[in-house]
């Protein structure tokens, strides 16, 4: 097998570093996080403290790595982990890839991670809580969408929060189209409801041989970047957040099941709303 960088790219709190642990997890692949804050100058905005060193300078995965050599990034990690095939870096941004496009001698391969548009409007009213915030969120909206721009000048906020998560991930979706890149699909609800389905499936498509431990990813020792708050994941082990079933009104969940255009995109991508999230069709 040719070594492979596996990208995952999706919105924010869709899941990622719960995806990238289990398939690192796998002895043949190695989580590395979020590679691209290390191209950052400042400590602050490098985001790399190691959960397991606590010391970005004394890590193996990340010690040495500085934006003058960013770009050899992976050529630096890799004689780090021998026996190892497969990166899993959860930058979740297309320009990151772009950025290692037709430059390094890897296969690259990429997986499309979708949240529930539900859970994510949650989270979006959670985290934008100034006015002048949610003005931001309207402008990017609105210069993106300008045959709608009269009726989301004057939108609900959560009807801002639907297009945001359908824009973000269109934007993925028409990357790796342009791109022809080798992708994948998985959602949320799929990867907690059935793990041992989609890690099984996902491996198998990577080019590595599927290994239940896999999915006990908080037994093995991850050197690559993690999200703070995330330890409790390793106490509870697994979390299926539907927080959104009561925290969103009925008339909140039903506008989303009615919103064409939200719709029309999970349709293209055989996906579906269901009353416990967003999942595969086939």
């Known amino acids: 097998m ?24 796998n002895t043949k692949s190695v989580h590395v996080g979020e590679l691209k804050y290390l191209r950052k100058q400042q400590p602050k905005d490098r985001r790399a403290v190691c959960p397991v060193c606590e010391d970005i300078e004394k890590c193996p995965l990340a010690e040495g790595i500085y934006p003058e050599n960013i770009d050899q990034v992976y050529d630096i990690i890799w004689p780090r982990f021998p026996g190892a095939e ?22 690259i391969k990429v997986i499309h991670l979708i ?18 915030q949610r003005r931001h969120v309207r402008g990017k909206v609105l210069k993106t969408r300008p045959l709608q721009a009269l009726q989301l000048a004057f939108a609900d906020q959560n009807m801002i929060y639907e ?8 934007e993925i979706t028409n990357y790796l189209k342009k791109r ?8 949320y609800h799929d990867l907690a409801v059935d793990a041992d389905g989609e890690m099984r499936r996902l491996t198998e498509w990577i080019g590595l041989d599927y290994e239940p431990a896999q999915l006990e990813y908080y037994n093995f020792e991850h050197h690559g970047s993690y999200k703070e708050g995330y330890e409790w994941i390793k106490e509870k082990k697994t ?39 967003l999942m595969r069709t086939r």
């Open 180 to 187: 022809g890149l080798a992708y994948n699909v998985v959602t």
């Open 2 to 25: 040719k070594k492979t960088i596996v990208y995952i790219l999706s919105t924010n709190y869709a899941g990622s570093h719960f995806l990238s642990l289990m398939l690192g997890s």
């Open 239 to 277: 979390f299926f957040d539907l927080r959104w079933q009561d925290d969103l009104s009925e008339r909140e969940k039903a506008h989303v099941e009615q919103n064409r255009h939200v719709m029309s995109y999970l349709s293209s991508l055989d996906l579906k709303l269901t009353a416990d999230g």
């Open 115 to 132: 949240r529930d548009p539900r859970g994510l409007i949650r989270r979006w009213k959670m985290n934008y809580e100034t006015k002048k």
């Open 86 to 107: 497969v990166l899993v870096d959860t930058s979740k941004r297309t320009f990151w890839i772009d950025r290692f496009l037709g430059k390094v001698p890897y296969d």
């Open 163 to 170: 297009y945001q998560w359908l824009n973000e991930n269109q």
